[in-house]
């Protein structure tokens, strides 16, 4: 099974500064139909995740330019540019590249 | 607007059978894949397997013996099913739309493991 490792694990963030969250997988995530199936979604307390990036860099409808994708093959990253409070709660990376399709263990932000 | 909504019982046996229904509106069953989810107490998220109404489901191998997912396209619904359950199978179960991008949830059903 592909591994996903994110990091930190917990990021504490002042409103209205940058937030950083990296995700690693196991294997290249590159699709033999030369997609990278890599996601990014976001938690709210109580809620169901809600997905903002798609293969790799792709936002969804709705989702705030704030919110950037980047990486390839085994390396990725969510960016926000500047915090805002609806932004708490916990962030999942998810591959579906690899069967079993596999999640990071959730990266938890919280303002300071 | 496409929605999901899960529902079963929120209490189950440990031996027993966890039985989930996912009902779609807004969309076709039979146009899009569809997939189960959980998430235990406290822990990442796991995918159980996904299901096309013209092919046959695909289950994580660490659930493979135990689960079975399926579709009633006349009500626009399906399900899962898992047996033998231990306190280990407790958790919030999501469906979602599609397999390897997930676009759209379920609220979530918790599902409790206990005598």
């Known amino acids: 099974d592909v591994v996903m490792t994110q990091s930190p694990l917990s990021l504490p963030v002042t409103l209205g500064q940058p937030a950083s969250i990296s995700c690693r997988s196991g294997?290249?995530?590159?699709?033999?139909?030369?997609?990278?199936?890599l996601n990014w979604f976001h938690q709210r307390p109580g809620q169901s995740p809600r997905r903002l990036i798609y293969?790799?860099?792709t936002r969804d409808s709705g989702v705030p330019d704030r919110f950037s994708g980047s990486g390839s093959g085994t390396d990725f990253t969510l960016k926000i540019s500047r915090v805002e409070a609806e932004d708490v709660g916990v962030y999942y990376c998810?591959?579906?590249?690899?069967?079993?399709?596999?999640f990071g263990q959730g990266t938890k932000l919280e303002i300071k | 607007q496409v929605q999901l909504q899960e529902s079963g019982p929120g209490l189950v046996k440990p031996s027993e059978t966890l039985s989930l229904t996912c009902t779609v509106s807004?969309?076709?069953?039979?146009?899009?894949?569809w997939t189960w989810i959980r998430q235990p107490p406290g822990r990442e998220l796991e995918y159980i397997g996904y299901?096309?109404?013209?092919?046959?489901?695909n289950y994580n191998p660490s659930l493979k013996s135990r689960v079975t997912i399926s579709m009633d396209t006349s009500r626009n619904q399906f399900s899962l099913k898992l047996t033998s359950v231990t306190a280990a199978d407790t958790g919030v179960y999501y469906c979602?739309?599609?397999?390897?991008?997930?676009?759209?949830w379920g609220k979530g059903t918790t599902v409790t493991v206990s005598s």
């Open positions: 979602a739309r599609a397999a390897r991008g997930l676009d759209v």
């Open positions: 807004g969309a076709s069953i039979t146009s899009y894949y």
């Open positions: 299901i096309y109404y013209s092919g046959s489901p």
């Open positions: 294997q290249s995530l590159v699709y033999s139909d030369g997609n990278t199936y």
């Open positions: 293969k790799v860099s």
């Open positions: 998810m591959q579906g590249t690899h069967w079993p399709f596999s």
